[in-house]
Protein backbone atom coordinates (compact mmCIF):
# COMPACT_ATOMS: atom_id res chain seq x y z
CA UNK A 1 0.00 0.00 0.00
CA UNK A 2 1.18 3.31 -1.21
CA UNK A 3 1.94 5.14 1.94
CA UNK A 4 2.68 9.31 1.87
CA UNK A 5 5.84 10.51 2.52
CA UNK A 6 7.13 14.00 2.95
CA UNK A 7 8.97 16.13 0.92
CA UNK A 8 8.18 14.04 -2.31
CA UNK A 9 4.54 14.26 -3.41
CA UNK A 10 5.75 11.89 -6.67
CA UNK A 11 6.99 8.60 -5.13
CA UNK A 12 4.19 9.07 -1.99
CA UNK A 13 1.29 9.89 -4.26
CA UNK A 14 1.77 8.44 -7.82
CA UNK A 15 -1.12 9.88 -9.71
CA UNK A 16 0.38 9.79 -13.11
CA UNK A 17 -1.99 7.80 -14.93
CA UNK A 18 0.47 7.96 -18.35
CA UNK A 19 -1.75 8.29 -21.17
CA UNK A 20 -5.21 9.35 -20.80
CA UNK A 21 -7.78 7.00 -21.51
CA UNK A 22 -11.24 8.17 -23.06
CA UNK A 23 -13.80 8.50 -20.21
CA UNK A 24 -15.47 5.65 -19.48
CA UNK A 25 -13.87 3.20 -21.87
CA UNK A 26 -12.85 -0.25 -21.09
CA UNK A 27 -8.77 -0.67 -21.43
CA UNK A 28 -7.47 -3.55 -23.25
CA UNK A 29 -3.86 -4.90 -21.96
CA UNK A 30 -1.23 -4.49 -24.80
CA UNK A 31 -0.91 -7.90 -26.58
CA UNK A 32 1.59 -10.12 -24.87
CA UNK A 33 2.15 -13.20 -23.08
CA UNK A 34 -0.16 -13.18 -19.62
CA UNK A 35 1.76 -12.63 -16.42
CA UNK A 36 1.38 -15.76 -14.13
CA UNK A 37 2.53 -16.31 -10.38
CA UNK A 38 5.16 -19.37 -9.81
CA UNK A 39 4.97 -22.27 -7.90
CA UNK A 40 6.59 -21.17 -4.43
CA UNK A 41 4.22 -17.84 -4.54
CA UNK A 42 0.82 -19.95 -4.98
CA UNK A 43 2.19 -22.61 -2.50
CA UNK A 44 2.78 -20.28 0.54
CA UNK A 45 -0.75 -18.56 -0.20
CA UNK A 46 -2.72 -22.01 -0.08
CA UNK A 47 -1.03 -22.83 3.03
CA UNK A 48 -2.28 -19.83 5.24
CA UNK A 49 -3.85 -21.23 8.21
CA UNK A 50 -6.89 -19.67 9.57
CA UNK A 51 -6.04 -20.11 12.91
CA UNK A 52 -2.85 -18.10 12.35
CA UNK A 53 -4.56 -15.25 11.10
CA UNK A 54 -6.96 -15.15 13.30
CA UNK A 55 -3.82 -14.63 15.75
CA UNK A 56 -2.62 -11.37 13.49
CA UNK A 57 -6.12 -9.17 14.03
CA UNK A 58 -5.06 -6.26 15.28
CA UNK A 59 -4.85 -2.44 14.92
CA UNK A 60 -1.95 -0.58 14.84
CA UNK A 61 -0.32 3.33 14.39
CA UNK A 62 2.88 4.88 13.34
CA UNK A 63 3.96 8.14 12.75
CA UNK A 64 5.12 9.87 9.86
CA UNK A 65 8.11 11.16 10.44
CA UNK A 66 11.10 13.48 7.63
CA UNK A 67 14.38 12.76 6.95
CA UNK A 68 15.07 15.27 10.29
CA UNK A 69 13.47 13.60 12.94
CA UNK A 70 10.07 16.09 12.03
CA UNK A 71 6.55 14.56 12.50
CA UNK A 72 4.81 14.89 9.59
CA UNK A 73 1.25 12.95 9.62
CA UNK A 74 -0.17 9.50 10.95
CA UNK A 75 -0.53 6.38 9.75
CA UNK A 76 -3.22 3.55 11.16
CA UNK A 77 -3.48 0.15 10.10
CA UNK A 78 -6.64 -2.05 11.19
CA UNK A 79 -7.34 -5.38 10.29
CA UNK A 80 -10.70 -7.21 11.80
CA UNK A 81 -13.09 -9.94 11.37
CA UNK A 82 -16.43 -8.63 9.23
CA UNK A 83 -19.28 -9.57 6.86
CA UNK A 84 -19.45 -8.78 3.34
CA UNK A 85 -23.29 -8.44 1.57
CA UNK A 86 -22.67 -9.47 -1.93
CA UNK A 87 -24.68 -8.29 -4.65
CA UNK A 88 -27.74 -10.77 -3.94
CA UNK A 89 -27.54 -9.85 -0.26
CA UNK A 90 -26.04 -12.81 0.84
CA UNK A 91 -23.54 -12.10 3.93
CA UNK A 92 -20.52 -14.03 4.37
CA UNK A 93 -17.29 -13.89 6.73
CA UNK A 94 -14.50 -12.02 6.04
CA UNK A 95 -11.11 -10.38 6.60
CA UNK A 96 -11.92 -6.15 6.89
CA UNK A 97 -8.52 -4.16 6.27
CA UNK A 98 -8.63 -0.66 6.82
CA UNK A 99 -5.69 1.74 6.34
CA UNK A 100 -5.90 5.48 6.62
CA UNK A 101 -2.63 7.86 6.41
CA UNK A 102 -2.92 11.86 6.22
CA UNK A 103 -0.05 14.46 6.37
CA UNK A 104 1.61 17.21 4.82
CA UNK A 105 4.18 17.19 1.82
CA UNK A 106 6.20 20.70 1.60
CA UNK A 107 3.09 22.36 3.51
CA UNK A 108 0.40 20.43 1.32
CA UNK A 109 -2.41 18.27 2.55
CA UNK A 110 -2.33 14.73 1.37
CA UNK A 111 -3.67 11.65 2.18
CA UNK A 112 -4.90 8.16 1.27
CA UNK A 113 -7.17 5.53 2.47
CA UNK A 114 -7.67 2.18 1.77
CA UNK A 115 -10.84 -0.68 2.32
CA UNK A 116 -10.62 -3.89 1.21
CA UNK A 117 -12.34 -7.08 2.11
CA UNK A 118 -10.98 -10.04 1.59
CA UNK A 119 -11.55 -13.95 2.05
CA UNK A 120 -9.71 -16.18 4.50
CA UNK A 121 -7.26 -17.71 1.84
CA UNK A 122 -6.65 -13.55 1.15
CA UNK A 123 -8.39 -13.56 -2.38
CA UNK A 124 -9.96 -10.19 -3.04
CA UNK A 125 -13.60 -9.78 -2.65
CA UNK A 126 -13.67 -5.96 -2.97
CA UNK A 127 -11.43 -3.27 -2.50
CA UNK A 128 -11.95 0.48 -2.49
CA UNK A 129 -8.33 3.25 -2.02
CA UNK A 130 -8.87 7.15 -2.10
CA UNK A 131 -5.48 8.94 -2.46
CA UNK A 132 -5.83 13.12 -2.82
CA UNK A 133 -3.04 16.10 -2.72
CA UNK A 134 -3.81 19.42 -2.39
CA UNK A 135 -1.99 21.28 -4.85
CA UNK A 136 -1.84 25.19 -4.28
CA UNK A 137 -2.94 25.50 -8.12
CA UNK A 138 -4.37 22.17 -9.39
CA UNK A 139 -5.66 19.88 -5.97
CA UNK A 140 -5.79 16.43 -7.72
CA UNK A 141 -7.30 13.08 -6.32
CA UNK A 142 -7.00 9.28 -7.72
CA UNK A 143 -9.75 6.56 -6.59
CA UNK A 144 -9.44 2.86 -7.09
CA UNK A 145 -12.13 0.02 -6.68
CA UNK A 146 -11.31 -3.92 -7.23
CA UNK A 147 -14.61 -6.08 -7.05
CA UNK A 148 -15.03 -9.89 -8.29
CA UNK A 149 -17.66 -10.12 -10.21
CA UNK A 150 -18.35 -14.39 -11.45
CA UNK A 151 -15.62 -15.39 -13.22
CA UNK A 152 -13.07 -11.86 -13.94
CA UNK A 153 -12.26 -8.90 -11.39
CA UNK A 154 -13.13 -5.46 -12.04
CA UNK A 155 -11.00 -2.55 -11.81
CA UNK A 156 -11.96 0.72 -12.04
CA UNK A 157 -9.75 3.95 -11.60
CA UNK A 158 -10.23 7.61 -11.98
CA UNK A 159 -8.46 10.58 -11.63
CA UNK A 160 -9.85 14.45 -10.46
CA UNK A 161 -7.82 17.28 -11.61
CA UNK A 162 -9.08 20.19 -10.73
CA UNK A 163 -12.66 20.08 -11.76
CA UNK A 164 -11.60 17.29 -14.59
CA UNK A 165 -12.60 13.63 -14.14
CA UNK A 166 -11.19 11.01 -16.20
CA UNK A 167 -12.27 7.67 -15.52
CA UNK A 168 -10.58 3.95 -16.87
CA UNK A 169 -12.42 0.62 -16.40
CA UNK A 170 -10.21 -2.66 -17.13
CA UNK A 171 -11.48 -5.98 -16.50
CA UNK A 172 -9.17 -9.64 -15.25
CA UNK A 173 -10.18 -12.93 -15.99
CA UNK A 174 -10.44 -14.71 -12.89
CA UNK A 175 -8.48 -17.54 -13.75
CA UNK A 176 -5.52 -15.01 -14.69
CA UNK A 177 -5.25 -13.45 -10.87
CA UNK A 178 -4.31 -16.67 -9.46
CA UNK A 179 -1.42 -15.47 -6.82
CA UNK A 180 -2.66 -11.51 -7.07
CA UNK A 181 -1.40 -9.81 -4.03
CA UNK A 182 -4.10 -6.66 -3.54
CA UNK A 183 -2.73 -3.74 -1.00
CA UNK A 184 -4.75 -4.87 1.65
CA UNK A 185 -3.50 -8.66 1.19
CA UNK A 186 -0.30 -7.18 1.50
CA UNK A 187 -0.51 -5.94 4.52
CA UNK A 188 -1.93 -9.47 6.34
CA UNK A 189 0.51 -11.03 4.00
CA UNK A 190 3.78 -8.96 5.72
CA UNK A 191 2.19 -9.74 9.14
CA UNK A 192 2.30 -13.79 8.35
CA UNK A 193 5.85 -13.68 6.96
CA UNK A 194 6.60 -11.43 10.37
CA UNK A 195 4.69 -14.19 12.69
CA UNK A 196 6.76 -17.29 11.23
CA UNK A 197 10.08 -15.26 10.73
CA UNK A 198 9.86 -16.55 7.01
CA UNK A 199 10.01 -15.22 3.21
CA UNK A 200 8.62 -17.86 0.52
CA UNK A 201 12.56 -18.20 -1.54
CA UNK A 202 12.06 -17.37 -4.79
CA UNK A 203 8.36 -16.89 -4.92
CA UNK A 204 7.02 -14.39 -7.99
CA UNK A 205 3.64 -12.65 -6.99
CA UNK A 206 1.10 -10.69 -8.86
CA UNK A 207 -0.20 -7.44 -7.90
CA UNK A 208 -1.24 -3.74 -9.41
CA UNK A 209 1.48 -1.32 -10.44
CA UNK A 210 0.50 2.69 -10.16
CA UNK A 211 -0.95 2.64 -14.11
CA UNK A 212 -3.83 -0.23 -12.90
CA UNK A 213 -1.09 -2.82 -14.35
CA UNK A 214 -0.63 -6.90 -13.89
CA UNK A 215 2.95 -6.67 -12.84
CA UNK A 216 5.09 -8.90 -10.17
CA UNK A 217 5.87 -8.57 -6.90
CA UNK A 218 8.41 -10.38 -4.76
CA UNK A 219 9.35 -10.43 -1.19
CA UNK A 220 13.25 -10.67 0.31
CA UNK A 221 14.32 -11.07 3.64
CA UNK A 222 16.73 -8.54 4.65
CA UNK A 223 17.83 -10.36 8.35
CA UNK A 224 17.02 -9.01 11.83
CA UNK A 225 17.88 -6.04 13.09
CA UNK A 226 17.84 -4.18 16.61
CA UNK A 227 16.14 -0.41 16.69
CA UNK A 228 14.71 1.66 18.85
CA UNK A 229 11.35 1.57 19.01
CA UNK A 230 9.67 4.22 21.75
CA UNK A 231 12.17 4.11 25.13
CA UNK A 232 13.38 0.59 24.28
CA UNK A 233 15.27 -1.60 21.67
CA UNK A 234 13.76 -4.39 19.86
CA UNK A 235 14.72 -6.50 17.31
CA UNK A 236 12.49 -6.68 13.74
CA UNK A 237 12.24 -8.57 11.09
CA UNK A 238 13.13 -7.00 7.73
CA UNK A 239 10.98 -7.83 4.45
CA UNK A 240 11.67 -5.38 1.47
CA UNK A 241 8.66 -5.67 -1.39
CA UNK A 242 9.58 -5.29 -4.41
CA UNK A 243 6.69 -4.13 -7.23
CA UNK A 244 8.04 -5.03 -10.60
CA UNK A 245 6.82 -2.28 -13.53
CA UNK A 246 6.53 -2.77 -16.76
CA UNK A 247 7.55 0.47 -17.60
CA UNK A 248 9.66 2.54 -14.94
CA UNK A 249 11.84 1.81 -12.53
CA UNK A 250 10.70 -0.95 -10.06
CA UNK A 251 9.34 0.81 -6.71
CA UNK A 252 10.89 -1.19 -3.05
CA UNK A 253 9.77 -0.71 0.62
CA UNK A 254 11.20 -2.14 3.43
CA UNK A 255 8.68 -2.80 6.49
CA UNK A 256 10.57 -3.74 9.97
CA UNK A 257 8.50 -6.18 11.73
CA UNK A 258 8.17 -6.89 14.98
CA UNK A 259 7.58 -10.74 16.18
CA UNK A 260 3.94 -10.49 16.26
CA UNK A 261 3.37 -9.15 13.01
CA UNK A 262 3.35 -5.52 14.39
CA UNK A 263 4.84 -2.87 12.26
CA UNK A 264 7.57 -1.09 13.75
CA UNK A 265 9.09 1.31 11.06
CA UNK A 266 8.36 1.59 6.77
CA UNK A 267 11.07 2.87 4.49
CA UNK A 268 10.26 3.88 1.14
CA UNK A 269 13.46 3.51 -0.95
CA UNK A 270 14.68 6.19 -2.46
CA UNK A 271 12.31 8.65 -0.25
CA UNK A 272 13.10 10.89 2.18
CA UNK A 273 11.49 10.20 6.06
CA UNK A 274 10.04 7.18 6.99
CA UNK A 275 7.32 5.77 9.35
CA UNK A 276 8.01 4.25 12.85
CA UNK A 277 6.15 3.56 15.76
CA UNK A 278 6.69 5.62 19.22
CA UNK A 279 5.38 3.54 21.84
CA UNK A 280 6.48 -0.49 21.90
CA UNK A 281 2.99 -2.53 21.63
CA UNK A 282 2.68 -5.19 23.87
CA UNK A 283 3.48 -8.08 21.89
CA UNK A 284 1.43 -11.30 21.13
CA UNK A 285 3.08 -14.51 22.17
CA UNK A 286 1.76 -17.98 20.31
CA UNK A 287 -1.06 -19.68 21.77
CA UNK A 288 0.40 -22.97 22.97
CA UNK A 289 -2.36 -25.27 22.56
CA UNK A 290 -2.64 -27.99 25.67
CA UNK A 291 -4.06 -31.30 25.08
CA UNK A 292 -7.32 -31.61 26.40
CA UNK A 293 -7.48 -33.59 29.43
CA UNK A 294 -8.29 -37.41 29.51
CA UNK A 295 -10.72 -38.40 32.10
CA UNK A 296 -10.90 -42.25 32.84
CA UNK A 297 -13.87 -44.18 32.80
CA UNK A 298 -15.21 -45.52 36.46
CA UNK A 299 -18.08 -47.70 37.10
CA UNK A 300 -20.84 -46.24 38.85
CA UNK A 301 -21.55 -47.86 42.04
CA UNK A 302 -24.94 -46.65 42.63
CA UNK A 303 -25.90 -48.53 45.74
CA UNK A 304 -22.49 -46.56 47.77
CA UNK A 305 -23.60 -43.58 46.49
CA UNK A 306 -25.46 -41.67 49.35
CA UNK A 307 -27.17 -39.59 47.19
CA UNK A 308 -27.99 -41.77 44.60
CA UNK A 309 -29.05 -44.61 46.70
CA UNK A 310 -31.39 -41.43 48.49
CA UNK A 311 -32.86 -40.63 44.85
CA UNK A 312 -33.80 -44.60 44.44
CA UNK A 313 -35.82 -44.98 47.42
CA UNK A 314 -37.32 -41.93 47.22
CA UNK A 315 -38.64 -42.75 43.43
CA UNK A 316 -39.33 -46.21 44.52
CA UNK A 317 -41.59 -45.38 47.36
CA UNK A 318 -43.23 -42.58 45.42
CA UNK A 319 -43.76 -45.60 42.60
CA UNK A 320 -45.21 -47.88 45.29
CA UNK A 321 -47.73 -45.29 46.89
CA UNK A 322 -48.88 -43.87 43.17
CA UNK A 323 -49.65 -47.93 42.24
CA UNK A 324 -51.87 -48.77 45.24
CA UNK A 325 -53.65 -45.73 44.81
CA UNK A 326 -54.23 -46.75 41.15
CA UNK A 327 -55.15 -50.20 41.93
CA UNK A 328 -57.50 -49.31 44.86
CA UNK A 329 -59.08 -46.91 41.96
CA UNK A 330 -59.86 -49.76 40.03
CA UNK A 331 -60.18 -52.93 41.72
CA UNK A 332 -61.18 -54.59 38.05
CA UNK A 333 -57.49 -54.40 37.04
CA UNK A 334 -56.97 -56.44 39.95
CA UNK A 335 -59.74 -59.03 39.67
CA UNK A 336 -58.59 -59.26 35.83
CA UNK A 337 -55.49 -59.91 36.51
CA UNK A 338 -56.06 -62.59 39.38
CA UNK A 339 -58.45 -64.37 36.86
CA UNK A 340 -55.93 -64.45 34.48
CA UNK A 341 -53.04 -65.60 36.68
CA UNK A 342 -55.67 -68.41 38.20
CA UNK A 343 -56.11 -69.67 34.65
CA UNK A 344 -53.01 -69.53 33.22
CA UNK A 345 -52.02 -72.33 36.42
CA UNK A 346 -55.04 -74.53 35.41
CA UNK A 347 -53.81 -74.68 31.67
CA UNK A 348 -49.90 -74.47 31.92
CA UNK A 349 -49.91 -73.40 28.47
CA UNK A 350 -46.30 -73.88 26.87
CA UNK A 351 -46.59 -70.90 24.85
CA UNK A 352 -47.56 -68.39 27.51
CA UNK A 353 -47.69 -65.16 25.02
CA UNK A 354 -49.93 -67.23 22.77
CA UNK A 355 -52.14 -67.73 25.69
CA UNK A 356 -52.23 -64.12 26.67
CA UNK A 357 -53.44 -63.52 23.86
CA UNK A 358 -55.85 -65.24 23.40
CA UNK A 359 -57.57 -64.63 26.75
CA UNK A 360 -57.15 -60.96 26.46
CA UNK A 361 -58.42 -61.06 22.49
CA UNK A 362 -61.70 -60.93 23.80
CA UNK A 363 -61.45 -57.63 25.49
CA UNK A 364 -60.61 -55.61 22.04
CA UNK A 365 -63.15 -53.89 21.37
CA UNK A 366 -62.58 -54.57 17.27
CA UNK A 367 -62.37 -58.21 17.50
CA UNK A 368 -66.04 -60.28 17.44
CA UNK A 369 -66.99 -62.43 21.10
CA UNK A 370 -64.83 -65.61 21.48
CA UNK A 371 -65.93 -68.38 23.24
CA UNK A 372 -63.78 -68.37 26.39
CA UNK A 373 -62.84 -71.61 26.53
CA UNK A 374 -60.94 -71.99 23.21
CA UNK A 375 -57.67 -73.92 22.51
CA UNK A 376 -54.47 -72.53 24.06
CA UNK A 377 -52.38 -73.83 21.46
CA UNK A 378 -53.06 -71.48 18.29
CA UNK A 379 -49.26 -71.03 16.71
CA UNK A 380 -50.00 -67.18 16.39
CA UNK A 381 -51.98 -64.33 18.52
CA UNK A 382 -52.41 -62.49 15.32
CA UNK A 383 -54.15 -65.02 13.37
CA UNK A 384 -57.90 -64.81 13.59
CA UNK A 385 -59.85 -67.37 16.02
CA UNK A 386 -62.26 -68.23 13.52
CA UNK A 387 -61.32 -71.08 11.25
CA UNK A 388 -60.57 -69.41 7.52
CA UNK A 389 -63.71 -70.06 4.71
CA UNK A 390 -62.23 -70.75 1.47
CA UNK A 391 -63.31 -67.43 -0.72
CA UNK A 392 -65.47 -68.48 -3.55
Known amino acids: MPVLLPKNAISAFPLSLGPRAKDHQPSARESSPPLEANAEAIHFLNNLQQEELQMLLFSETLAMVSDTGEPEGELTIEVQRGKYKDEFGVMSHCLLVHAFSQGFVDKMLCGISLLGYLSWDLHII ?21 VRQDDQLVMTRSVKEGEEVKTEVTFFPWSSTVGFVSEAANLLLLRVMAWRQLVPSNARFLALDTEGKLCYSTYQALGVQTIQA ?3 EVD ?10 DKGI ?8 LSDGHLAKRIQVGSPGCCMITKMPVLR ?4 IEPAPVFEKKPLVWEEDMELYSRFLGRKEELRVSH ?5 QHPE ?20 VTFAAEYFGPFAKRNPPTPALRSSSRPSPFRSLDPERPTD
Open 126 to 146: EQHTQEFIKLHILPMERKMSL
Open 285 to 288: DKDE
Open 230 to 232: GHQ
Open 324 to 328: NSYLR
Open 236 to 245: VFIVEQTVHS
Open 333 to 352: AQALISDFLLFLLLRRPADV
Open 250 to 257: PGSCQFYL
